[in-house]
């Protein structure tokens, strides 16, 4: 018997959750990766640290829910029943659009605004695991009507994890700049 599969996660661009906290905790997962972008999410990843088992599928307006036709094609190989891990409120409905809802899991960092509550609520179903940040965001949900049992919590990187990656970054950064240790460096951001 074959072992089972690593879960397939799957983010777009748009998604309010697409920078950066949920691109590294996908990094440190090491599962493979499904971004529904452009150059903006796969730039965000990289520097996340997510360049391992990633596929990138250009969607239209960088939304799973715009690019179902794209994402049906990413997913034609993707076996039935293999369980799903999305980053958007977008990849839940497209999925529920092609009719890949069995085995999935949504990830909420934060409790959206009011329009996104409504379709979250909408897109609930009995088979779908919630894994948020915090009990807080659990408790959020239960009282919204989400069962308590489908309710997971979610761990961040520890300060220690977090710190060596960012010497991680430097060093491959400095290394594609061709900068050595000695020299100091001031960037500027816009």
Same mark, same amino acid.
């Given at each position: 018997m074959n072992p089972p599969r690593p879960p397939l996660h799957l983010i777009d661009q748009v998604s309010p959750q697409a920078y950066p906290a949920a691109l590294a905790l996908i990094a440190r997962r090491r599962e493979p990766t499904l971004l529904l972008g452009g150059t903006p @999410?796969? !730039?965000? &990843?990289? &520097?996340a640290g997510l360049t391992e088992q990633v596929k990138h599928v250009r969607v239209a307006a960088g939304s799973a829910r715009w690019g179902v036709f794209a994402l049906r094609q990413a997913l034609? +190989?993707?076996?039935? /029943?293999?369980? @799903?891990?999305?980053?958007?409120?977008?990849?839940l409905a497209a999925l529920r659009t092609l $009719?890949?809802?069995s085995a999935t899991v949504m990830h909420l960092l934060a409790l959206p605004g009011p329009d996104q509550l409504? %379709?979250?609520? !909408? @897109? +609930?179903r009995p088979t779908l695991r919630w894994r948020v940040l915090g009990a807080? @965001?659990?408790?959020? %949900?239960? &009282?919204?009507g989400i069962s308590a049992e489908r309710v997971e919590l979610e761990t961040l990187p520890t300060p220690e994890e977090a710190h060596a990656k960012l010497q991680l970054d430097r060093?491959? %950064?400095?290394? $594609?700049? /061709?900068?050595d240790e000695e020299m100091p460096v001031v960037?500027? %951001?816009s």
């Open positions: @999410l796969s !730039r965000a &990843a990289e &520097a034609r +190989d993707v076996e039935p /029943g293999r369980e @799903l891990h999305v980053w958007s409120l977008n990849c $009719r890949r809802t409504k %379709l979250m609520l !909408r @897109l +609930d807080s @965001l659990r408790d959020q %949900l239960v &009282a919204r060093v491959s %950064l400095r290394a $594609r700049w /061709g900068i960037a500027v %951001l």
